[in-house]
């Protein structure tokens, strides 16, 4: 019994619609990877019993090259955007028995949980505002107060030779020669 392969149970097919990333995958292989993973025990061989239901490898194929298989599936980037799609699609489905739970949690006084199921309830509810004063200061560097002391000896020069102190000059137009 120890030696026998065990026989793997069929890739349930979905019911629901494959969202854009599930039917962006190349082949139908590659859809039954990602569902196989849902529906094999999590932990050490997973991606490498997932990648045998959905038909990857041979009869004769190694363990090694099934784990080889197995990794390049796990880590496609088209895979990877549709599992994300997948456990959005399964976290939105099981929303009503969470809440469900949470419902009979907050109304279970002596479970042990009480308090903290309340004060998520509480938290999503009504967050918790915060205000931050911030009060800047702003001290002139050495650069600027040498820039004003030179602007103030301008300033100084000019009124002593009798020089605006600043020259407003508009441009013209320079005449054909």
């Not at 090694?64 to 990877?80: G, N």
């Not at 967050?127 to 702003?138: A, D, N, S």
Request: hydrophobic share 40%.
């Amino acid at each position: 019994m120890a030696n026998q392969a065990r026989n793997l149970v069929p890739i349930d097919e979905a019911e629901a619609e494959d969202g854009p990333a599930m039917k962006a995958l190349p082949t139908d292989r590659h859809r039954l990877f990602v569902r196989a993973l849902y529906q094999v025990k999590p932990g050490h061989g997973a991606q490498v019993k997932a990648a045998r239901m959905a038909g990857w490898g041979s009869p004769t194929s190694t363990p090694k090259t099934m784990s080889v298989i197995a990794s390049r599936l796990a880590h496609d980037p088209r895979v990877q955007a549709a599992l994300y799609e997948e456990d959005q699609k399964r976290i939105r489905a099981t929303a009503p028995r969470a809440i469900k739970a949470l419902a009979a949690l907050v109304e279970d006084p002596k479970h042990r949980d009480h308090a903290r199921g309340i004060a998520m309830v509480l938290d999503r509810l009504h967050p918790i505002e915060t205000t931050h004063k911030v009060t800047v200061e702003h001290e002139a560097s050495s650069s600027m107060k040498a820039t004003a002391e030179v602007m103030e000896r301008i300033l100084a020069l000019a009124a002593r030779a009798g020089v605006p102190a600043m020259i407003d000059v508009t441009p013209q137009k320079e005449a054909s020669r």
